[in-house]
């Protein structure tokens, strides 16, 4: 299992970012594919889900109807939109194959003013 995200960085309070997860190693278009995130000082939480097949998505109470998760099987990528962004959203963001163990490096992204 290989995972690498991308497109992470600083942004102002309400801005956007698009992270990008390109996996490989395992058939991804089978997997659900899960966002985490980690602040500074916090244990790795939860952020949104995409399964395979339907595509459908879940989302954390913190980042509902400003985060988008979607998927682009062609591509082997899983994606998060992030809108309305939040000096509490600054995180390193990772993405991960659900059941299966391993990180990625993770993506900063910085939010402030």
């Known amino acids: 299992v290989q995972l690498v995200e991308s497109g992470g960085g600083l942004v102002q309070p309400g801005g956007s970012l698009r992270l990008s997860c390109a996996a490989s190693?395992?058939?991804?278009?089978?997997?659900?594919m899960i966002w985490y995130r980690q602040a500074p000082g916090k244990e790795r939480e939860w952020v949104a889900s995409?399964?395979?097949?339907?595509?459908?998505?879940n989302y954390a109470d913190s980042v509902k109807g400003r985060f988008t998760i979607s998927r682009d099987n062609a591509k082997n990528t899983v994606y998060l939109q992030m809108n309305s962004l939040k000096p509490e959203d600054t995180a390193v963001y990772y993405c991960?194959?659900?059941?299966?163990?391993?990180w990625g490096q993770g993506t900063q992204v910085t939010v402030s003013s």
């Open positions: 991960k194959k659900a059941g299966r163990p391993g």
């Open positions: 190693g395992f058939t991804f278009s089978r997997s659900t």
């Open positions: 995409i399964t395979n097949g339907s595509g459908t998505t």
